[in-house]
C-alpha cells in the first residue's frame, strides 16, 4: 500500500463536479491499495461535505474552488476541507429527520460512516478534518477488481491542481507535519471540549502539546490585561520562583524598550521583532535561550507567548514559527471563548440569583391589601430592574387605622435592595409607636446611618399614619418628595411636605411630624422620585410634581377609586414618556376615603 | 426493456400493465437526483401502482439519493401505490440502513432462483 501520498486539490464549487472528483478520489484509493466498500463510504463522506460547502458559500465566494487535502496513512485517510463559507456551529450530534424528510441526512451520514470529525474554526478560515479508518483491500478486491480502476491517465482529479507526491518532510507544506499538527491540535481541541477546564488549564494544555510539537522546553504566556498597560501570567510550565523571575524581567525589558523608542507605544514594540537575545541575558539559568512571540487576534495584541529551546539548536526555525502562530492564535481563540463560556455561566447564575431575589423582596411586600370600611387603598409597585430600592407597607392596625410607608434607597438593584430589606424590618420593629411616625424614622435613622454612611448611601422615606374616626392623618417626611391631597369639594390640590433630612445624612436629626386633617372625598397619593423624574418623549422635560399636581387637578371632577387613579395615572405616564423605557423604581400609593361598599375582590 | 440517457448516466426501464421497474441506476447522488426523479416521474403514468427501482448495481447513494428516492415514495403513497427497492447493493443498504429508511421503504432481494423477499420494518413478508 502506498502510504504517506497526499492529494492536494481545488474543486470547483458545483455538485457536479464534486461528485466526479469524490469518485476519482475513490478510484485512486482503490488503486492504492485501500478497502472498496470502506473508500466508498469515505466517498460519500467527501460528497456529503462537499455539497454542504457548495450550498452554503458566501454570496462573495460562491464562485471560489474548494480545497480539499487528503492524506493517506497505513490505517486511515484523512481529509482537510478549507471552508470558504462563513462558517457554522459544528453539530457534533445531528439527529435524523422525519421518514418523509427529502433532505437533512448528509451530516448525519458523514458523522455515521466517519470515525473521526472535527470543525475547526480561526482566523484563516474554517477548517473541516475528517478520518476514517479504512484497512487494506482483501486478497482479490484489490486494484482492479472494482471494475473501476482507472489507468493512469483517468487518475485526473476533476480539480484546478492536484499533488500526490509532496516530499515526505521538509519544507512548509510537509504533509506529514501538517498531519501532526493538525492531530495534536485536534487531539487538545477534544480534551479541552470533554473538560471544564479553565482557560489558564487550557492555555496549559495547548502549550504543553506545543512544545512537544517543536521540541522546545519550557513556555510562559502573557495575557494583555484590559488596561492594555501590563501583563498577566496565564500560564506556564516553569518553577513558580523562576516564573517571578522571568517574569520580572520581561516587564522590566518592556519598560526599557519603550523608554528607548520614544515613539513607539508599547503595543507597536511588542508587535516588532522582539529582541531576544538581549532577553535571554535576563533569563535565570537554565532557562535560557527564550523566543518571544506576539499573539495578535484581530488586529489587537492578544498576549505574549515565550518559549525556551535548546542552545544547541540554534534559533527556533521558520517551519516551527509558523506552527507557533497557530497554536496562539488558537489558543487566544480558546481563551477568548473559554471566558465567553465562564462569564456566560456567571450571567446565568446571576440571573437566577437575582430572580430569587426578586421573589423575596415581591414575598415581602404585602400580598393582599386589607380592606377596611374607611379607607380605600391600592398600589402599585414597579422596579427597574430584577430587584429594587422601593418598597411599601401597609399595617392595618384597626377598622379605619393604617400605617402606611414608602420607601426609596438611593441607587436601583441589589444594594438598594439589600437596604430596603433591612429598613423594612426596623420599621416593623418600630410599629408599635405607630402614633409618631417621625419616631420611627429617628429610630430607623438611628440604626442605619452608620451602615448607610459607609456606603456613601441614604433613604428618602415617608410614614403616614391614618385615623379615620378622628379624621386626621399624621406625617413624618425623611427627604422623600411631597405627599399630594386632594379634598373632593375643592378641586385644589394640595402638597405636605413636613421638614426632614434622608435617612443617612446626619446621626441625630429632627423629623417634622404635621397633623393633617382629613376633608370629606379625600384623595392622598404618596408615590417615589421615579414617578415625578420620568421624561417626556424627547427626554427633555421631566413629568415633576407640578406635572403631577396638575394631572391630578385635572381629575378632580370625578371621585374615582384610587385602582383607578393609578390605573388611569400609569397610562397618562405611558404616553408621556412615549419610547423611554422606565429607568428607575416606581411606587404609587393612592388612598381616598371609602365611597362604595368594601368587596373582597377590591 | 428500454435503455435511456439520463444526461451522462444510462439507465434501463421495463414497463408492464400497473407496475414498472428502473434498473442499471449507476448512482444516485444530489448531483443527478433532479435529472432521475424529472425522468422518474414522467414514466410514473396514473396507471402505475408499483414502482420499483432495482438498485443492485447502484454503487452511489448519497442524502440526495435519499431524497429522491423519499419523493417517490411519497408521490407513491398519495396515490396508493409502493415504492419497491429491488436488490439493493451493499454500499445502498448501508445506507439505508443507516438513515433507518430500511424501515420506511418495501425491500425486495431477489434470489437467483427468482423468488422474491419483500421485507418492510423487518416483519413484514410478501412472495
Known amino acids: 500500500m502506498n502510504c504517506g501520498t497526499s492529494i492536494d486539490c481545488r474543486i470547483l464549487p458545483d455538485l457536479h463536479h464534486v461528485r466526479e472528483s469524490a469518485a476519482n478520489i475513490h478510484r485512486h484509493l482503490i488503486k492504492l491499495g485501500y478497502d472498496p466498500h470502506q473508500s466508498r463510504e469515505f466517498e460519500i463522506i467527501l460528497v456529503e461535505v462537499l455539497n454542504n460547502l457548495v450550498a452554503h458559500a458566501t454570496r462573495q465566494k460562491i464562485h471560489e474552488n474548494i480545497r480539499l487535502v487528503v492524506s493517506c496513512h497505513r490505517e486511515s485517510v484523512n481529509a482537510q476541507i478549507f471552508d470558504h463559507s462563513h462558517g457554522f456551529i459544528w453539530n457534533e450530534n445531528p439527529q435524523l429527520p422525519g421518514d418523509d424528510a427529502e433532505s437533512g441526512r448528509g451530516l448525519y451520514l458523514v458523522h455515521q460512516l466517519a470515525d473521526s470529525v472535527q470543525y475547526f474554526r480561526n482566523l484563516e478560515g474554517n477548517l473541516l478534518w475528517i478520518e476514517k479508518k479504512l484497512k487494506p483491500a482483501s486478497p482479490g478486491e484489490s486494484s482492479g477488481t472494482d471494475g473501476t480502476t482507472p489507468s493512469a491517465t483517468q487518475l485526473n482529479i476533476n480539480a484546478d491542481s492536484m499533488d500526490d507526491s509532496l516530499p515526505a518532510s521538509g519544507s512548509e507544506q510537509d504533509p506529514d507535519m501538517n498531519q501532526e499538527v493538525l492531530s495534536a491540535l485536534f487531539g487538545v481541541i477534544r480534551e479541552i471540549s470533554e473538560s471544564r477546564d479553565s482557560s489558564p488549564a487550557v492555555a496549559r494544555r495547548l502549550l504543553h502539546r506545543l512544545c512537544c510539537l517543536i521540541e522546545s522546553e519550557w513556555f510562559m504566556f502573557f495575557e494583555v490585561l484590559p488596561d492594555r498597560e501590563n501583563f498577566r501570567l496565564t500560564a506556564s510550565s516553569i518553577e513558580e520562583d523562576r516564573e517571578r523571575i522571568i517574569e520580572n524581567s520581561f516587564s522590566l525589558l518592556v519598560k526599557q524598550m519603550l523608554l528607548s523608542a520614544h515613539d513607539h507605544t508599547w503595543d507597536e514594540i511588542l508587535r516588532g521583532e522582539f529582541p531576544n537575545e538581549v532577553f535571554n541575558n535576563y533569563l535565570p539559568s537554565p532557562y535560557k535561550w527564550a523566543h518571544v512571540c506576539p499573539v495578535v487576534i484581530a488586529g489587537e495584541l492578544f498576549g505574549v507567548l515565550t518559549l525556551g529551546h535548546r542552545p544547541s539548536s540554534g534559533s527556533i526555525p521558520p517551519k516551527h514559527r509558523r506552527l507557533i502562530q497557530i497554536f496562539s492564535e488558537f489558543l487566544a481563540i480558546q481563551i477568548q471563548s473559554r471566558k465567553a463560556q465562564e462569564s456566560q455561566i456567571r450571567s446565568t447564575v446571576l440571573k437566577q440569583e437575582l430572580e430569587i431575589a426578586r421573589n423575596i423582596q415581591q414575598a415581602l411586600l404585602p400580598g393582599k391589601l386589607p380592606l377596611d370600611n374607611y379607607f380605600e387603598i391600592s398600589v402599585s409597585c414597579e422596579t427597574a430592574q430584577k430587584v429594587g430600592g422601593d418598597f411599601f407597607d401597609i399595617e392595618h392596625l384597626s377598622e379605619g387605622e393604617f400605617l402606611i410607608y414608602i420607601v426609596d434607597v438611593m441607587g436601583k438593584g441589589i444594594p438598594a435592595a439589600l437596604f430596603a430589606t433591612i429598613c423594612r424590618t426596623i420599621f416593623k420593629y418600630n410599629k408599635s409607636h405607630y402614633r409618631s411616625p417621625a419616631h420611627i424614622l429617628s429610630e430607623t435613622n438611628n440604626y442605619l446611618f452608620d451602615d448607610l454612611c459607609s456606603v456613601e448611601m441614604f433613604i428618602t422615606a415617608q410614614v403616614l399614619y391614618l385615623n379615620a374616626r378622628e379624621k386626621k392623618a399624621i406625617l413624618a417626611n425623611a427627604g422623600h418628595p411631597p405627599l399630594i391631597i386632594k379634598s373632593g369639594n375643592n378641586p385644589s390640590v394640595r402638597e405636605v411636605c413636613p421638614e426632614g433630612l434622608p435617612i443617612g445624612i446626619y446621626r441625630d436629626t429632627f423629623f417634622e411630624e404635621q397633623v393633617i386633617p382629613l376633608p370629606a372625598n379625600f384623595d392622598i397619593l404618596m408615590y417615589t422620585d421615579g414617578l415625578t423624574d420620568t421624561r417626556d418623549a424627547e427626554n427633555r422635560e421631566y413629568f415633576g410634581i407640578n406635572g403631577l399636581k396638575s394631572w391630578i387637578g385635572s381629575n378632580s371632577d370625578c371621585h374615582k377609586a384610587p385602582h383607578e387613579v393609578i390605573r388611569e395615572l400609569k397610562g397618562f405616564l405611558r404616553k408621556f414618556s412615549t419610547h423611554n423605557i422606565q429607568s428607575d423604581d416606581q411606587t404609587i400609593i393612592a388612598i381616598s376615603e371609602r365611597r362604595t361598599c368594601p368587596s373582597p375582590s377590591s | ?127
Open chain 2, 1 to 127: 426493456m428500454l435503455s435511456v440517457n439520463v444526461s451522462t448516466i444510462v439507465m434501463k426501464f421495463e414497463k408492464s400493465e400497473k407496475r414498472i421497474r428502473f434498473s442499471d441506476i449507476p448512482e444516485l447522488s444530489a448531483s443527478r437526483a433532479g435529472e432521475i426523479k424529472a425522468f422518474v416521474l414522467e414514466k410514473l403514468s396514473p396507471e402505475i401502482s408499483t414502482a420499483e427501482f432495482d438498485l443492485s448495481r447502484t454503487d452511489f447513494l448519497d442524502s440526495g439519493g435519499l431524497g429522491f428516492l423519499i419523493s417517490i415514495h411519497k408521490s407513491m403513497s398519495s396515490r396508493r401505490g409502493r415504492c419497491v427497492i429491488m436488490s439493493p447493493s451493499p454500499i445502498v443498504r448501508q445506507v439505508l440502513e443507516l438513515t433507518r429508511l430500511h424501515k420506511v421503504f418495501d425491500i425486495c432481494d431477489e434470489t437467483t432462483s427468482g423468488s422474491a423477499t419483500i421485507s418492510r420494518n423487518r416483519s413484514e413478508v410478501a412472495p
